[in-house]
């Protein structure tokens, strides 16, 4: 008897929790492009990752009443592993009992300290540095100096999509409840070239691709085809023509900001064609693709002209406001605008998405992940640190000239101060000085909650002045505004970088390349620039008034340049468009070359 009311019990419970799910799921907005199959793919994606991200949330509040402990018992567990490696046996890692210990026995390293490990990783060898076999060498985007090739673990990424991915998805559908219909997701992703190395694994940019994952497929408005194709162009005109005829379209996606602005760049510039296309319901015959890639978006494409109608209405109409005209229906535009992308992020927002929030989800790199962003609302963009991820050391930012400084933990870093991060992960990276610069803005319980800066080698320093990015991109806005001119693009060269053998050198300063937009009147004060830079840097300032740096140079560039300079860096580096950062300052003599040959 006890069984069968059991049973029954079971049984109701179950049923209603189907009828439920059922309900849940005719009720939620759908893509007029959604099967039935994928629609329920992307609804059991979403339940998915609601419980993921929820579970993850409840073990980082955790976590972060306890930051020294969680910091202090992972690094030694990571060490203990690492013990019976190469490079565990020769800095006897695993005899390391506390994180005191560690930091007086191992120095601080930069990348070329693992140079020789990585490249016997790349000719065969195992054990090198980590325990596990890397599922490939992963390659940095190489913005502040080549790109630089790093073990990356199976367990890395899936930390990366535990306790990053899964949880900023879940702080997501809290904060935009819209972003949990079964709406497609427009995202700007170009699959990588990868080669493999010597030793058989493969070497490439560690972006993970949509088409790696069925269930997730179903969720991006881009079909399989348009992600095999390999040139950015073409893939770009794809993302757009099918992102494009989905009037429901939910949420637009990229790693960067850059990216998302680009792509509406190029919408303004081809809306005429795609508009075509969706008409006629045909892919525009000039466009360079495989013929099987060709046959199969073909198959997916019918002619719409109430569609194309619509489009080409609210195109005339102009292109301020734009992604809400032609998508009333989107959320929320999900993609990094903080550090080097705060500039792409303001422009967004004051012309073609206007009215559309945007939430900076991740501070990652290619050495894992770093930080989450709980609070989507925040404009400075504050990301918390994942005490699981990574063991975290800081470098206050006045001891960072040094080569082997004190450092801090955690728990000892305070609010409002500028430090340099070091990390040491699972992927063989000990005590790393991997660039980049944050400033503590809080903490949530005891850890902290970081506002990424810079990078180090992003640092404009001709006199020992030290003028970061974030600096710099201040001086820029404040000038800007003066001038009454909206800008492309940006970076910076020191002067001597300009200079040709026998060529009289006068004193140092900064010359500043600067793309306007189209139809932009340059009837400037040029020297405002320097003006509003000694304002802001009081050390700069004094080197100006005691004549040690010249005044800083503007120069306009015509339109389209850092687009060329974008497409060199790819051409010539291993780096896939995911990954492209302008770099703030620049230091690369055909680069440079390029810039030159550009000015207005």
Known sequence: MIVSYLFHGIAAIAGLAVAYASYNYWRKKKSPYHTFRTAVNQYVTLFVFRLLGGYSRRKLEKDCLNVKAIQEKNLLKLLKTSGETKYGRTYKLGQLESREEYVRQ??????????????????????????????????????????????????????????????????????????????????????????????GLPVGPNSSSPKNSAVMLASYSTPLPGLEILTEPEALYVHLLFGLKDPLLGIIEANFASLVYSAFVEMERKWEQLVSDIERGELWSELEVKSEIREGLQELLKPDPDRAADLRKEFEAGFVGIAQRIWPHLSLVLTVDSGAFKMYGKMLKESFLEGIPIYSPLYGATEGLLGVNLWPDCEARPYLLQPRSMFYEFIPIEDSDQDQPDTLFADQVEKGETYEMVITNISGLFRYRFGDVVKVLDFHGQCPVVEYLYRQGQLLNLRGEKVSEDVLQAVLDMTCTEW?????????????????????????????????????????????????????????????????????????VAPGTFEKLRSHHLINHEVSPNQWKTPRVLRTDDAINLLNDNIL
């Open 106 to 199: 191992h120095p601080l390293t930069r990348y070329d300290h693992y140079k020789p490990y990585v490249e016997s990783l790349a000719m065969g060898e195992r054990n090198v540095i980590t325990k596990d076999e890397p599922i490939m060498l992963a390659l940095t985007s190489g913005t502040s100096g080549g790109p630089k090739m790093l073990p990356m673990l199976r367990a890395q990424r899936m930390a990366f999509l535990t306790q990053g991915v899964a949880l900023s998805l879940h702080t997501m559908y809290n904060h935009f409840p819209e972003t949990s219909n079964l709406q497609k997701v427009l995202k700007f992703f170009y699959t990588p070239k990868a080669r493999e190395s010597e030793g």
């Open 484 to 556: 009454g001119i909206s800008i492309r693009d940006y970076t910076v060269v020191e002067s001597p970088s300009l200079h040709k053998p026998g060529e009289t050198k006068g004193f140092p300063h900064y010359v500043v390349f600067i793309e306007p937009l189209e139809g932009m009147i340059l009837d400037c004060t040029r020297s405002k620039l320097d003006v509003n830079l000694k304002k802001q840097s009081f050390v700069y300032g004094s080197f100006r008034d005691k004549g040690s740096i010249d005044e800083a140079v503007v120069k306009f």
